[in-house]
T-cell receptor
Framework: AQSVTQPDIHITVSEGASLELRCNYSYGATPYLFWYVQSPGQGLQLLLKYFSGDTLVQGIKGFEAEFKRSQSSFNLRKPSVHWSDAAEYFCAAASGGSYIPTFGRGTSLIVHP | GAGVSQTPSNKVTEKGKYVELRCDPISGHTALYWYRQSLGQGPEFLIYFQGTGAADDSGLPNDRFFAVRPEGSVSTLKIQRTERGDSAVYLC???????????FGPGTRLLVL
């Protein structure tokens, strides 16, 4: 079955530190890949997406993600975290021909001052 | 312009009652999606519309759930004979087309007592 796994339920980092959120997918073929952020009381916002081409994808708010086919991973990174980045982050994947994403269960990012 | 709006923001009902949740997509967006997000989980796809027709309703959990989009704009998700397990946040998203970025509303939090 197609699935998206985010192995970390919570991640705690200090403000200014680097961040990496993990995401693995299980699909027959390379899916379309997405990262979304959900802040309290806010709707989900797309950070970035990968359809094909360059495996390093740049997104909004200083985030980037790298697609690694050999590891079936699409990890999200940011070199320096700000307190306002504290939120829930969701990785998602959609199979070719369908743009309806399957979401992981999310990783809650806590930022310490 | 205005984003996706959802009403009500919160809904409390009793087991067995009927509820309607409304979604106003971004003007001009032809695709509209409904998701359900349970506590501690990522959103799960319910149904999506292309124009007035339901293009994919494979995510609806059972026949108590129904959605309409009669004029290709506003959509209503209808839940009959609500059960406590229906308690969740119901998210709506819209996009210009099915291959384009989905923009999410803030959700309706449904609590079934």
């Amino acid at each position: 079955a197609q699935s998206v796994t985010q192995p970390d339920i919570h991640i705690t980092v200090s403000e200014g530190a680097s961040l990496e959120l993990r995401c693995n997918y299980s699909y027959g073929a390379t899916p379309y890949l997405f990262w979304y952020v959900q802040s309290p009381g806010q709707g989900l916002q797309l950070l970035l997406k990968y359809f094909s081409g360059d495996t390093l994808v740049q997104g909004i708010k200083g985030f980037e993600a790298e697609f690694k086919r050999s590891q079936s991973s699409f990890n999200l990174r940011k070199p320096s975290v700000h307190w306002s980045d504290a939120a829930e982050y969701f990785c998602a994947a959609a199979s070719g021909g369908s743009y309806i994403p399957t979401f992981g269960r999310g990783t809650s990012l806590i930022v310490h001052p | 312009g205005a984003g996706v709006s959802q009403t009500p923001s919160n809904k409390v009902t009793e087991k067995g009652k009927y509820v309607e949740l409304r979604c106003d997509p971004i003007s001009g967006h032809t695709a509209l999606y409904w998701y359900r997000q349970s506590l501690g989980q990522g959103p799960e796809f319910l149904i999506y519309f292309q124009g007035t027709g339901a293009a994919d309703d494979s995510g609806l959990p059972n026949d108590r759930f129904f959605a309409v989009r009669p004029e290709g704009s506003v959509s209503t998700l209808k839940i009959q004979r609500t059960e406590r397990g229906d308690s969740a946040v119901y998210l709506c998203a819209s996009s210009v087309g099915t291959q384009e970025t989905q923009y999410f509303g803030p959700g309706t939090r449904l609590l079934v007592l």
